[in-house]
C-alpha cells in the first residue's frame, strides 16, 4: 500500500472513530432530554442519531480492513457490505 494512501485511510479511520463518539454522545443527550422532557422529537432525533453510528461504524470497519491489508476481494466485499448498510440506515431515517 502507497504511504499517502495508508496515511489518508488513518485519517478517515480517525475521523470515523470520532464521529462514532460525537454521535453516540448525541443519542444519549437526545434520549434524555427527550423522556424528561416527554418530547418525540428529540426521541426521534435520538433515534435518527442512532442510525448515524451504525452507519458510521460499518464505515469505519471498512476502513480499519484497508488498514490491516485485507486482500483486494474482501476490500471490496466489505465496500458493498458498508453500501448496503448505510443505503439501508438511511432508508430507516424516511420511514
Known amino acids: 500500500m502507497e504511504p499517502t494512501i495508508k496515511r489518508d485511510l488513518k485519517k478517515a479511520r480517525t475521523l470515523q472513530i470520532l464521529n462514532v463518539i460525537y454521535d453516540a454522545i ?6 434524555v432530554a427527550g423522556i424528561t422532557a416527554n418530547s418525540s422529537a428529540l426521541i426521534g432525533w ?19 480492513g484497508e ?11 466489505r465496500k458493498k457490505i458498508t453500501l448496503y448498510v448505510i443505503a439501508v440506515s438511511f432508508t430507516q431515517t424516511q420511514v
Open 26 to 31: 448525541e443519542v444519549i443527550v437526545a434520549l
Open 67 to 77: 488498514l490491516k491489508g485485507i486482500d483486494e476481494d474482501q476490500v471490496n466485499r
Open 46 to 64: 435520538a433515534l435518527d442519531s442512532t442510525i448515524e453510528v451504525v452507519s458510521a461504524a460499518t464505515l469505519g470497519w471498512r476502513l480499519h
